[in-house]
């Protein structure tokens, strides 16, 4: 079993549609989730960090943890053509700097 | 990300060949991090460094091999590559202590 399972897509939705990208995740020790945003052909950028559990909002970004689930999510709201692009999840343990990250979903919003 | 960059973008070589792509980084990071990104399995780390001359294998290291003798460079070497290491390489940097990670704009390794 992989530490941290990623649906991969890929996800089309048409423009303004709310997006829910999600990951799951067998340690109950992760502490750190992080969620990644890679445009084609480019590296991964950071765009949502987060600690433990609980929602944290950013424009139209919301990540949520939910530990008891081992479960996280990213929500886009009005999703935009700009959007279009693949998410990896991430999260890392409370000590040590060993990054899990998931295979990544491609999400195409369509104007 | 413009604090870290990678050399050469592009590279197409030849099975057997040695190769070194370099990255180079300005933000004064502890940790720096070797990555391979290919279709199906999403980033798989190669080899970290965790300071000057310190340095650990991750989960695909067989066929790599790693130095740090600055700060702020990290080499990845394939001493004699495979049509198997063409893929897409990814260097990363974190600073003491930092959980997220900042990435470079990668490097297309293509083996013939």
């Known amino acids: 079993q992989k530490e941290v399972e990623q649906d991969p897509g890929p996800l089309s939705v048409p423009e303004g549609a709310i997006v829910s990208l999600n990951c799951t995740y067998s340690?109950?020790?992760?502490?750190?989730f992080m969620w990644y945003r890679q445009y084609s052909r480019k590296g991964p950028e950071l765009l949502m960090y987060?600690?433990?559990?609980g929602n944290k909002e950013d424009g139209r970004f919301t990540a949520q943890v939910d530990k008891s689930s081992k479960y996280i999510s990213l929500f886009i709201r009005d999703s935009q053509p700009s959007d279009s692009a693949t998410y990896l999840c991430a999260m890392i343990l409370n000590t040590g700097n060993q990054f899990y990250f998931g295979t990544g979903t491609s999400l195409t919003v369509i104007p | 990300d413009a604090g870290i960059t990678q050399s050469p973008r592009h590279k197409v070589t030849e099975t057997g060949t040695p190769v070194t792509l370099r990255c180079h980084q300005t933000?004064?990071?502890?940790?720096m991090y070797w990555y391979r990104q290919d279709p199906g399995h999403g980033l798989r780390l190669i080899h970290y460094?965790?300071?000057?001359?310190?340095?650990d294998k991750g989960e695909v290291s067989d066929g790599y091999s790693v130095s740090r003798s600055k700060t702020e460079d990290f080499l990845l070497t394939l001493e004699s590559a495979t049509s198997s290491q063409t893929s897409v390489y990814f260097c990363?940097?974190?600073?003491?202590?930092?959980?997220?990670?900042?990435f470079g704009a990668g490097s297309r390794l293509t083996v013939l």
């Open positions: 460094s965790y300071g000057v001359k310190d340095t």
């Open positions: 990363a940097a974190g600073g003491t202590g930092a959980n997220v990670l900042t």
């Open positions: 933000e004064n990071h502890r940790y």
């Open positions: 340690n109950s020790a992760f502490q750190y």
């Open positions: 987060t600690y433990s559990s």
